[in-house]
Nanobody, 115 residues
Framework: QVQLVESGGGLVQPGGSLRLSCAVSGTVFNRWTVDWYRQAPEKQREWVATITADHSTSYADSVKARFTITRDDAKTTLYLQMSSLKPDDTAVYYC?????????WGQGTQVTVSS
């Protein structure tokens, strides 16, 4: 059974940084592409970033040059380093691997950017 546990969220001032983590178990982590998504209050869930099994990355325009997605296959953990945070980045952040055509979701971690 695939399990995902996100952590690292919290309250941060505009311009600050946070690093999110997502521990993945129950699957051969290094085989799969994994994404970060986020959902702000009263908005649809949106894609943030992707990292493939060979560590290629891509980003939504809204976070490009501010966020960095990485993975540690030995630790089966996904990361999202976020810097220059803005109030618009406030959302629940989810990691989501795509495994054999099925997308899995964690419980999410709340990020609030506010002064």
């Amino acid at each position: 059974q695939v399990q995902l546990v996100e952590s690292g969220g919290g309250l941060v001032q505009p311009g600050g940084s946070l690093r999110l983590s997502c521990a993945v178990s129950g699957t051969v982590f290094n085989r799969w592409t994994v994404d970060w998504y986020r959902q702000a209050p009263e908005k649809q869930r949106e894609w943030v970033a992707t990292i493939t099994a060979d560590h290629s990355t891509s980003y939504a325009d809204s976070v490009k040059a501010r966020f960095t997605i990485t993975r540690d296959d030995a630790k089966t953990t996904l990361y999202l380093q976020m810097s220059s945070l803005k109030p618009d980045d406030t959302a629940v952040y989810y990691c989501s691997p795509l495994i054999l055509g099925r997308r899995y979701w964690g419980q999410g971690t709340q990020v609030t950017v506010s002064s």
